[in-house]
């Protein structure tokens, strides 16, 4: 199993350029979230999807910021334009959903480090 | 709403030293609570995990029990080792059908040899 993929794992732009961030869950499944680190705010949850579909997304911090997931092996967010205050790590974390007999661990990809000039 | 505090790091220990790193948590109902470790630059990892008041979660040597009574999930290690530093989060996942985790502010713990 390759885990949750992200890509880039390194992202430096100058700001008012749009950002996209991508992400592949687990094969199988079926819950995806997006959450950003920083050192002032620790971790925060952005957004996730059940079943490719957005459930809450109140962790959004601005319109500038957007998720899809067109499909189960595919998400991105982006964010646009790009503004310094951006400047965290952006996690994509993926699990199984509740009630199907399986934990309910949620496992994490490794991270794109943005930074925005 | 659902919280968890986790002890202000960082933490530096020497070599073979044990460990406490409290965490406790606000709920309704019955959460499930977890421990995930960030080595740097990576992701976070799963490090252990309970679902139910007085299950002990323990892996790689590190021990939790979640105290229903005293609304806590302390991680202990009895001999902590360099390859140990690492940042730590205390979360929890609220009752079944809520898919929210809710972390800690994560605790950083350095070992010296």
Redesign the interface.
């Known amino acids: 199993d390759a885990g ?1 993929i992200q890509s880039p794992r390194h992202e430096v732009t100058e700001m008012g350029q749009e950002v996209t961030l991508r992400c592949k869950p687990i094969s199988g499944h079926n ?1 995806l ?1 997006w959450y950003r680190q920083t050192m002032m705010r ?2 925060e ?1 952005l957004i ?1 999807f ?1 079943n490719n579909v957005p ?2 997304d109140s962790g959004m911090p601005e319109d500038r910021f957007s998720a899809k997931m067109p499909n189960a092996s595919f998400s991105t967010l982006k964010i646009q334009p790009s503004e310094p205050r951006d400047s965290a790590v952006y ?1 994509c ?1 993926s ?1 199984t ?3 199907q007999g399986r ?9 794109t480090r943005l930074t925005v000039l | 709403g659902d919280s968890v505090t986790q002890m202000e790091g960082p933490v530096t220990l020497s070599e073979e030293a044990f460990l406490t790193i409290n965490c406790t948590y606000t709920a309704t109902g019955y959460p ?1 609570l ?1 421990w ?1 470790v960030q080595y740097p ?6 490090l252990l ?1 309970a679902t139910k008041a007085d299950d002990k979660g323990s892996n790689k040597g590190f021990e939790a029990t979640y105290r229903k009574e005293t609304t806590s999930f302390h991680l202990e290690k009895g001999s902590v080792q360099v390859s140990d530093s690492a940042v730590y ?1 205390c979360a929890l ?1 609220g009752q ?2 809520a ?3 809710v ?1 800690g ?2 605790t950083r713990l350095t070992i010296n040899p």
């Not at chain 1, 934990?103 to 991270?111: A, W």
């Not at chain 2, 630059?41 to 799963?46: D, V």
């Open positions: 949750v819950s979230f620790g971790l949850l996730y059940n459930i809450d996690f974390a699990r959903n509740p009630g934990t309910d661990t949620q496992y994490f990809g490794p991270g | 499930s977890f995930y630059g990576e992701g976070l990892q799963l995990k989060f996942s079944a059908g898919q929210k985790l972390f502010q994560g």
